[in-house]
Every structure is written in C-alpha cells, then in structure tokens.
C-alpha cells in the first residue's frame, strides 16, 4: 500500500478511515457513510482540516490541550527523552529521572498532604487506581467490609470496566455488564434539569445530604470513598450551587469516607486555579489527573494520593500497575508542559483575563431566545437550550436532538462546541487571547440564530 498522507483527497481519506478505524464512542456505521473529519495540523486554538477549513478549537481537543496547540518545546522534550531512554518501567525497584522529576513536580503543585503519585497512562486506568487503593487502604486499616464507592449520576470517570462502573452514564451500564460490585450512585446537583421549584442553595444542600442518606443507609462500616468531579464535564458542565461541595465535604469528614476528587478535566488551571478542589475549597484525599497534565501531547495520568494514604499503602505490597506507568517520554512531556502552565503563568491569564472575559460574554448569551440558564467556571462553560426559559423546559423532541442541530451548525461555522444532550458545552485552551474569545462568541451566536430558525422550520419549538 502507498504511504497515506495528509495530501490525499479527503474523501479518500475517510473511505480508509470507515474501512478500518473503529471510531469510540460512535455508531460508526453512521460515520462510514457520513464521513468523519479529518484534522491535519493545529496551531494555538485553530484546527485546520483536510478541505484547509480553519476551526476554532472551543474544547481544547477533548478537554485537554490546556497549553494549546503548536508548542515546539513539548516536541523537542518527547524527541531527546526518546533518544535517551525511550522507556522503561517503574515496577521491580527501578525508577527513571523523568517518572522522579514529574512526581516532585506535581507533589509541589498539589494543595496541602497530597504528596504521592501513582502513575497511570489515562484518567481511566488512574481510576482503576483509585477503586484497588482505597478499598486495599480500607483492608489494610482492619475494615475490608468499607468496599463501597458512592459516586453520581450523570458522572463521568472513564470508559474501563471500573471507571466505566464509576461513572454514572446509563448509557455505558447498558453495554457490556456495568456496573461492577459495590458501586452505589446518588443524584447529582444539576439544577436547572432537577431543581424543580427549589432555590438553587437548597437544592444543592439537598442532594450533597444524599451522600449522608446514603452513607447512613448503606452503613458507614460499608462506604470506603466518595468520588466525584469538582465541575461535571462529560455530563454538560454541571456547575453545582455553591450551597453543594460544603456539604459534601462536611460529610466526608464526619464519617469515616474518603474523597477522590476527578480533576482529569478540571485540575492544570481548567477552572482559574491550578485544582477545581481549590475552586470549590474542598480537601480530597485523592485526586485523579490526566489530560492538562499534558496538555494532551503525551497520554499520560495518575493519582495524587494523601500522605496518610500513600502511608497505609505503603505498607504491603499494592498488587497494582500499568506498564505505562511513568512513561519517561509522557513523564518528560508532561514536565516541560507544567514548565511553561508556572513560568508563563497561564493559570493566572485564566483568572485575571481569559476567565472573567469568556464569563461575561458567555453569560450574555442569555439573551437568545434558545439559551436558558450559562454556566461557566474558568474555562469551561455551558448553556442550556430551551423551548421555554422560565419554566426551565426541556423540548418535547427527543434529548439531544436540538443540540445535535445546533452541533451540526457550529462545525459548519468552523466552531467546535460540543452538546450533551440539549446543552451546548465550551472547554476552550487556556491561553486563548480574547479577541479570539471574540471570534468563539460570533460563532456561537451565528449557529444559535441558524439553530433557532432551523427549529422554526421543523416546528420542534415545543416544551416536553
Ligand atoms: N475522569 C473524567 C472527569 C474525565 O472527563 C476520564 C476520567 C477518563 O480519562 P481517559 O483519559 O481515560 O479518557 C475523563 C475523560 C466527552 C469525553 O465526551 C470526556 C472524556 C473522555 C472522552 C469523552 O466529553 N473525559
């Protein structure tokens, strides 16, 4: 066969593509005849594609090119680690300087006791981790009965067996025997779908006093942690009432549970401070990473661990590991992206600048006559399309179907904003400058009135 190059027409690109890539997360049947698109180079916030459309890039890829695109710094990195130690592991008392450097790295940006790190090569596997370690910590403090991990509806903590179980998508559980064992969810703070008549503070303190039904329920000789996103990304950026995470927090504390904060979204700046925790004031005793921690140029995760846990495991030997744990190539990569997040102070473009920019002009997209309520914290946002703003409407259309319009008409306006559901989600690089924050509100705005009319023509304006 001849090389395949990004020269060739794009269609026969996507005829090679259908015949052997098997898409995730995609009916790829649907796709084969469709035709995916193809991306070929990106530089900053912009994607071009195989027909030289320039995009801009509204969810940093898929959450994660915090630093943006075109960084040459993290290919000159990947290239000498390569050439000096492309890999090896981190298993049979050996370590490498990359895996050594990393883990201080990240000890040092992590708030108060969480000073371990135990290495993953995605979110996934990372909260494969986290379900072995704290039931293993459990075990080891004398309490192997404390199995259960409470986590929410609507979360989303991976796609493996066990972070899959985690998650709280019925639509994975539907595939493939999820969840595992002793996997218990409760409601999420998700207001505006849920809230009903309540004020957002109390509907937040209800559903954080869940988890306490749920402790009290299951019986707190039962519960070894609770696991939760600081921010729900996946589910539609659900931002919680402010009411929510004080709660939560004070539960943990008050009975024997441990926090697992999924911060493989949130953490590396996503939210204005370097964790979502930090955001939302909490105190995990386990954080999951991924994504930022490289801004997506090398697949590399991991578990921030307390010290008293890191303590208890440290104890016995933790049956447990990934050949790619540490990767020295990931691990170097994800350094020098670090490097340049601290020296060119991109968590703090995001709070003095990006941030309180994108938010105001973000929250102005109230005005449309199909946005409800805009949420947004940092630099992930959503809005909520509605046939009926004050009654908090959901349309009597199938869920998804109007945002999948509106999908479709943001990447024919070379925009990438992605919807879950009927909610129209944002999660832009974090060094994005505002006059491309400009660019990104035009192009919403665009396919928001083109959306609108295409919904008038379909007659799908109508309340369920
Ligand atoms: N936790 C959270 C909070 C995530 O958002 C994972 C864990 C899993 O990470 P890996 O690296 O195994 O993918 C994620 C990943 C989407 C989408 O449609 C989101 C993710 C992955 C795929 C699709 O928004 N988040």
């Not at 000890?107 to 072995?132: C, K, M, Q, W, Y």
């Not at 995760?301 to 933790?318: M, N, P, R, W």
């Amino acid at each position: 066969m001849n090389a395949i190059t990004n020269h060739m027409p794009t269609a026969e690109l996507q005829a090679l593509d259908a015949a052997h890539h098997m898409h995730p997360f995609t009916a790829n049947g649907e796709l084969a005849q469709k035709g995916a698109r193809i991306i070929t180079r990106a530089n900053g916030v912009t994607l071009t594609d195989s027909e030289g459309n320039q995009i801009l890039d509204a969810m940093a890829g898929l959450w994660c090119v915090n630093i943006g695109y075109g960084r040459d710094e993290l290919a000159d990195v990947a290239a000498r680690q390569m050439r000096e130690l492309p890999y090896y592991n981190t298993f049979f008392q050996t370590t490498h300087v990359p895996a050594i450097a990393l883990a201080n790295k990240i000890a040092e940006l992590a708030p108060g006791d969480l000073n371990h790190v135990f290495f993953a090569g995605s979110g996934s596997e990372a909260n494969d981790t986290n379900i072995r370690m704290v039931r293993h910590y459990w075990a080891l403090k004398g309490k192997p009965t404390k199995s259960i991990i409470i986590s929410r509806k609507n979360a989303y903590h991976g796609s493996s067996v066990g972070s899959g179980s985690l998650g709280g998508m019925s639509a994975m559980h539907e595939q493939g025997g999820l969840p595992i064992p002793d996997i218990h969810h409760i409601n999420q703070p998700h207001w505006w779908a849920e809230g009903g008549d309540m004020s957002p503070e109390d509907f937040g303190l209800q559903r954080a006093q869940e988890l306490e039904q749920a402790i009290l329920e299951l019986g707190e000789d039962r519960v070894a942690a609770f696991i939760a996103e600081p921010v729900q990304g996946a589910g539609g950026v659900i931002v919680p009432p402010a009411t929510y995470w004080p709660e939560i927090q004070r539960i943990c504390d008050k009975y024997e549970i441990l926090l697992i904060a999924d911060e493989v979204i949130c953490g590396f700046g996503r939210t204005g401070n370097w964790f979502g925790s930090q955001t939302m004031g909490i105190r995990p005793d386990i954080m999951t990473i991924a994504k930022g921690l490289s801004s997506g140029y090398a697949p590399i995760g991991g578990s921030i661990v307390s010290d008293e846990v890191a303590a208890v495991i440290a104890g016995d030997e933790f049956n447990h590991g990934y050949t790619y744990s540490g990767h020295p190539v990931s691990s170097a990569v994800a350094l020098e992206n670090l490097r340049i997040l601290e020296e060119e102070n991109i968590v703090g473009h995001v709070q003095d600048v990006a941030a309180p920019y994108l938010k105001e002009k973000w929250e102005a997209l109230t005005d449309h006559p199909l946005v409800g309520e805009a949420k947004i914290v940092g630099m992930m946002g959503s809005i909520a399309l509605t046939p009926n703003k004050e009654a908090r409407a959901a349309f009597a259309a199938p869920a998804g179907t109007v945002g999948y319009i509106c999908r479709e008409r943001c990447f024919a306006n070379n925009l990438v904003m992605r919807h879950v559901g009927d909610r129209m989600i944002i999660s832009p690089p974090l060094v994005i400058k505002p006059e491309e924050i400009d660019t990104l509100i035009e192009r919403a705005r665009l396919s928001l009135d083109e959306c609108y009319a295409a919904l008038k023509e379909q007659d799908l304006l109508h309340s369920a």
